[in-house]
């Protein structure tokens, strides 16, 4: 409009037209541009309707929020506010149920009443506007959809590529941007890389109860100073609606050694961004000044008193990754609901606050307190409770002589241990925990032992691949070198963050054994229990004991309970759910001796609810240091307990597939498998005397046929029992495009032959992958082997 009006020569019309007559060739020129540009829309004049979902009931609800939302503002109090955010979430999943039955209603009398259908229908839909034409920047009119499409294309790439430097957007790229960040988006658009563009772009980091987990790098899909701030953002903004002191407690950070030089992303930068954003809201942050073990996070928690934890760490992920670990004011990791309020909370708050960026801000602020020292000295003496200090059979109460047993035992103890962190963060800690046991000090497999991003004698940190971490090792022989060189029998591994223990232990062949995740929570397990019955000699007392593991972990110690007494419960898999169920039971007066899974996370001591590879290293050596003064080795102790309880023997794997459509229809297959609602009765030769599934609810082993743990339509979750006393589930990762199987044969106790139940177990697993997963068929990728 401009152009055109700067082409009239004003000074000459003024000569030969009034003031009127050009104020009337001004409005032919704006009306032109209007009618070319400017789309017309309809004014809807009539009066706004109730909408026809709304009945009586959600009308009384909604008068209700309101008087609440009321009382809430009038006086901000614990009660008013707890009663308002519950009627809204209440309200928000009425109408969400009455719109469905309202289409439903629709879609069911839409034969008896189409021109209700249709008008719903057609409310429904989006208008879309045309772009009639357009000109580019020469002044060019282009009006057909290529010649649009070109100019378009064409304006906003020179945004990104034009050498003129008015055309590149203003950024601020010194504090408040990660300028090796932009260089990475220009370089992709520069490179016309739509693929990675859209991978870094196309969508957002999903917040679940694990946090944020995703590599570092540039966009809203990976982790970054940005993202980092946002998601600390949310969940600032969503704790202040769930404890009215946040500003009074505070939270706690802590960061492992991960970095990603290439976009200048590392886990303390993230860390400190997401302090500055707490500090920047008036609430206390303790954050560490150095790298920690993930259990140190818990740990302050509870220590502390605090309302929440963050853990900036992707434990054993590869180097590209990192995440976002958050923990609750019961030092738990979140479950249900947390992980969706928060999300939701994040999706609120995307805009950074203008002092989330500021770093300069935590420099000297007293709402910032550094809590290394003090937890570094609290943890280690809460932790040697569980060091027993154990000679023969014989247990000594008293405090002076046990200490002095302790000298006499640990120090003096002749088996020897090699410790690798694998470059990750745990080998002083573990040192210390050794210490705080009065044990001598492991070897360190000196190329292994200091944090190193790159993770650069392994090919994956990863301690769930093949038989565990110590396969990564076996690779490079690091650690079994340097163990047949110092005389080492004993093998102790953690992954990056250290809150997972591997074991391998030298056999009497010379050969090594790594123990799976399974067996190392048959041996601590047993350890655990058979020292606190030592301490407690009162038969009654071991009605109040309980023990926990993952429902797809072994079931030896529902085994040991059964002959023992105590409680054993199973819980969903993640240790969120076992430190979540922890902390109940302690509040009720229990006593949580051990929790594990088999991906080798082991919850030896309740002061951390959450797998602690820091403790479990000590817990595993003075078990092993106790053990050598019987004659006896890790392995010839597992046989012991299997001999005694019955031989529990396992197999774990997975099959990769990055088709979600393929996953649903293996799984729908199997609740559909001989009709529609029936499951298989039988896998090849085996019999299936039961089906527990945990994305619809059912379970044929419960009276009701309703499944007792709790259930998700969102992920695929199937367990099988067999007659033969076998038990497989199958179940889809939440991380990864893997669908996981485990399958366990429990024998009673009594002298069963481990080879034939092997036997048995292998025909049983084979049977399983030939009818339920079909690989060839449904073209899966078996696990690397």
């Not at 229908?121 to 009006?143: A, H, P, Q």
């Not at 090796?180 to 890389?193: P, S």
């Not at 990603?260 to 942050?285: E, I, M, Y």
């Not at 760490?313 to 947390?338: C, E, R």
């Amino acid at each position: 409009m401009r152009q055109s009006l700067s082409r009239i020569d004003r000074d000459k019309l003024l000569n030969v037209e009034t003031v009127e007559e050009q104020w009337n060739r001004f409005k032919n020129v704006l009306h032109v541009k209007q009618d070319r540009y400017i789309p017309k829309f309809g004014i809807n004049r009539k009066l706004k309707k109730t909408p026809r979902w709304i009945n009586k009931d959600l009308k009384k609800k909604l008068q209700r929020k309101k008087l609440l939302y009321k009382a809430y503002k009038t006086n901000d109090c614990k009660v008013n506010r707890r009663a308002y955010e519950n009627m809204r979430a209440t309200i928000k999943k009425d109408i969400r149920e009455a719109k469905r039955q309202l289409e439903r209603n629709i879609a069911d009398k839409a034969k008896e009443d189409p021109k209700r259908f249709f008008q719903y229908f057609s409310s429904k839909r989006t208008v879309k506007e045309e772009v009639k034409c357009i000109r580019n920047s020469k002044g060019e009119l282009k009006d057909t959809d290529s010649e649009i499409a070109d100019a378009l294309n064409l304006h906003f790439s020179e945004v990104f590529t034009s050498e003129q430097v008015d055309n590149l957007p203003e950024v601020n790229t010194t504090t408040k941007e990660n300028p090796q960040t932009l260089e990475i988006v220009k370089k992709l658009v520069t490179d016309n890389n739509i693929e990675e563009l859209n991978a870094c772009f196309g969508s957002r980091m999903e917040f679940g109860t694990a946090g944020l987990r995703s590599a570092m790098g540039a966009g809203t899909s990976r982790m970054n100073d940005l993202t980092v701030i946002q998601t600390t953002q949310g969940f600032c903004r969503y704790l202040e609606q769930h404890f009215i002191n946040l500003k009074e407690r505070g939270v706690v950070i802590g960061f492992d050694a991960r970095a990603h030089p290439a976009s200048g992303g590392n886990s303390k930068r993230f860390a400190t961004l997401a302090a500055t954003v707490f500090v920047s809201h008036g609430v206390p942050v303790f954050l560490f000044s150095s790298i920690t073990p993930t259990p140190f996070v818990p740990y302050t928690v509870t220590y502390k008193k605090l309302c929440a934890g963050i853990m900036v760490t992707a434990s054993h992920n590869p180097k590209q990754d990192n995440g976002y670990k958050v923990y609750w004011s019961n030092g738990s990791q979140i479950i249900p609901p947390h992980d969706a309020g928060i999300a939701s909370a994040i999706e609120e708050n995307l805009e950074p606050w203008p002092q989330s960026w500021d770093e300069m801000l935590i420099k000297d602020s007293p709402l910032l307190k550094d809590p290394y020292a003090e937890i570094n000295q609290h943890y280690f003496q809460d932790i040697q409770q569980h060091c027993f200090h154990r000679q023969g059979i014989c247990f000594l109460f008293l405090k002076k002589l046990r200490n002095y047993v302790c000298l006499k035992i640990n120090k003096t103890s002749k088996v020897k241990f090699v410790h690798t962190s694998v470059h990750g963060v745990g080998h002083e800690f573990v040192k210390s925990s050794f210490k705080a046991f009065d044990l001598a000090q492991p070897y360190a497999v000196p190329e292994q032992k200091d944090p190193d991003p790159e993770f650069s004698t392994v090919k994956y940190p990863n301690p769930e691949e093949g038989k565990g971490v110590l396969v990564c090792i076996r690779v490079t022989t690091l650690s079994f070198a340097l163990a047949a060189k110092e005389g080492a029998s004993i093998i102790l591994a953690n992954d990056p963050d250290a809150d997972r223990l591997a074991v391998a232990e030298k056999q009497e062949s010379g050969e090594w054994k790594v123990f799976s995740g399974n067996e190392l929570g048959a041996l601590l397990g047993w350890w655990m229990f058979t020292c606190w019955k030592e301490q407690n000699k009162d038969p009654a007392a071991v009605k109040d004991v309980y023990m926990l593991a993952s429902t797809v972990s072994s079931k030896i110690l529902r085994a040991i309970a059964v002959k023992e007494g105590f409680h054993f419960e199973e819980t969903l898999t993640g240790f969120k759910w076992m430190g979540n169920r922890s902390h109940q039971l302690l509040e009720q007066g229990k006593k949580v001796l051990f929790a594990f899974e088999e991906a080798i996370g082991y919850m030896c001591s309740p002061v951390v609810l959450d797998k602690d590879g820091v403790s479990a290293a000590a817990i595993a050596a003075e078990m092993a240091c106790y053990l050598a003064t019987k004659g006896t080795s890790l392995s010839q102790q597992l046989k012991h307990i299997y001999e005694e309880y019955g031989y529990h023997i396992t197999k774990a794997s997975y099959f990769i597939c990055y088709d979600s459509e393929t996953i649903r229809k293996l799984f729908n297959r199997l609740r559909n498998f001989e009709g529609e609602g029936t499951y298989p009765k039988t896998c090849g030769s085996f019999t299936v005397s039961g089906v527990r599934d945990l994305t619809t609810g059912y379970d044929s082993n419960e009276s009701d046929k309703k499944a007792i743990l709790p259930t998700s339509k969102s992920s695929e979750m199937l367990t099988f029992t067999f007659s033969n006393g076998g038990v497989a589930t199958m179940r889809t990762s939440g991380t990864e495009p893997k669908i996981k199987y485990y399958a366990e044969i429990c024998a009673p106790p009594g002298n069963s032959d481990p080879e034939q139940l092997k036997t048995e177990l292998k025909n049983l697993v084979d049977a399983i992958v030939e009818d339920f997963f079909e690989p060839e068929k449904n073209n899966l990728t078996p696990q690397p082997q």
